[in-house]
């Protein structure tokens, strides 16, 4: 079974959203994939993700209310075949804790797939207003679709 880790900095906005997206897409197309979400900070820790996350999820039929946070630890890299980072700050973080090239290699930045090379952030909507996670929900979708076509292939 394919074991995909998305991650941001708080794992309460973009990275569960990231995950809920993908658990659902997962369970429609029968597909067998595990995937988490971690953030690289410990700010919210056991928290559910942030209510704009949940509600904006909701929009579309998908309740990622049950989701908790956790930080991202070194042994992800031996649990996960993928980890999937939101912006390129988190990029860096998980690559410098990476203890081998084939660590290194699991890391892909989740725009890449629809942008290759670009290195595309998805945009932190922590601090700014609502229309923010419907940004972010578009980009993770349309990205995700594209990521779960290539591990098909
Ligand atoms: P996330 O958003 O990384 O998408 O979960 C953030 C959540 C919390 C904070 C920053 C970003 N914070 O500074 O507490």
Excluded: W
């Excluded at 595309?120 to 076509?149: C, H, N, W």
Aim: some cysteine; aromatic content about 8%; charged content about 30%.
């Amino acid at each position: 079974m394919q074991k995909i880790l998305t991650v941001c900095l708080g794992n309460i906005c973009r990275s569960p959203m990231a995950q809920g997206i993908l658990r659902k897409k997962i369970s429609e197309r029968g597909m067998d994939i595990k995937v988490d979400s971690a953030g690289t900070a410990d700010y919210h820790v056991n928290e559910a993700p942030d209510p704009r996350s949940v509600e904006t999820l909701l929009k579309y039929d998908n309740d990622i209310s049950d989701l908790r946070g956790r930080q991202f630890i070194t042994e992800d890299f031996d649990n996960f075949d993928l980890i999937i980072p939101m912006d390129e700050d988190n990029y860096g973080h998980i690559i410098k804790l990476a203890r081998s090239k084939e660590d290194s290699r699991k890391v892909k930045m989740l725009m890449n797939y629809l942008y290759p090379g670009e290195n595309i952030s998805v945009p932190d909507p922590y601090f700014g207003g609502p229309e923010g996670f419907d940004r972010v929900y578009e980009m993770i979708d349309k990205a995700t679709d594209k990521l779960l076509q290539d591990i098909q292939r």
